[in-house]
T-cell receptor
Framework: QKEVEQNSGPLSVPEGAIASLNCTYS??????FFWYRQYSGKSPELIMS????GDKEDGRFTAQLNKASQYVSLLIRDSQPSDSATYLC????????????FGSGTRLLVRP | DADVTQTPRNRITKTGKRIMLECSQT?????MYWYRQDPGLGLRLIYY???????NKGEISDGYSVSRQAQAKFSLSLESAIPNQTALYFC?????????????FGEGSRLTVL
């Protein structure tokens, strides 16, 4: 079982819709959770981090964490074509707080 | 100018050749990392370094070596390149005093081994 799992997609949504990206992780001691966005041919960039159960909102982005169920999700409201990218989920824990474990990413396509 | 700079950006080489990928950063971060990215496999950690005297293997270090020449410089070497090392390589930095887990990536080095 992979440590961090994501559906590879592509997830296709129309412009203006809500895109929902999901990620599950296997290590129960995981402490910190991150969403990186990567445009094709570019480097990843951090868009959200979340550390405690519940929701965290930043503009059009909302990260949701449920440690009991070991999943973290990213919602993108009012999706725009410019949101089309691969979204990488990353996790670390106290034992290796220096090291992020990345999922393989979900490709999002926002149709105009 | 980019805060984390990788050279070369693209390289095509032949099996058995020695290749060095270089990374330099102006962020003043102590921690530096080398990752490789393959389609469908995400980012995998090759080596990481917390300071000039500290080098650690990541999950896929076989076939690679690194050198931390200075706080700002971290190089990745492939002593004898093989085709399955064809990948996109990223250097990254992080600040232990900053937001936990945020990595700052270079623009990537695309390596093709024929």
């Amino acid at each position: 079982q992979k440590e961090v799992e994501q559906n590879s997609g592509p997830l296709s949504v129309p412009e203006g819709a809500i895109a929902s990206l999901n990620c599950t992780y296997s290590d129960r001691v995981s402490q910190s959770f991150f969403w990186y966005r990567q445009y094709s041919g570019k480097s990843p960039e951090l868009i959200m981090s979340i550390y405690s159960n519940g929701d965290k909102e930043d503009g059009r982005f909302t990260a949701q964490l449920n440690k009991a169920s070991q999943y973290v999700s990213l919602l993108i409201r009012d999706s725009q074509p410019s949101d089309s990218a691969t979204y990488l989920c990353a996790v670390n824990n106290l034992d290796s707080s220096y090291k992020l474990i990345f999922g393989s990413g979900t490709r999002l396509l926002v149709r105009p | 100018d980019a805060d984390v700079t990788q050279t070369p950006r693209n390289r095509i080489t032949k099996t058995g050749k020695r290749i060095m990928l270089e990374c330099s950063q102006t962020k003043g971060h102590d921690r530096m990392y080398w990752y490789r990215q393959d389609p469908g496999l995400g980012l995998r950690l090759i080596y990481y370094s917390f300071d000039v005297k500290d080098i650690n293997k990541g999950e896929i270090s076989d076939g690679y070596s690194v050198s931390r020449q200075a706080q700002a410089k971290f190089s990745l070497s492939l002593e004898s390149a093989i085709p399955n090392q064809t990948a996109l390589y990223f250097c990254a930095t992080s600040d232990p005093a900053g937001q936990n887990g945020e990595l700052f990536f270079g623009e990537g080095s695309r390596l093709t081994v024929l």
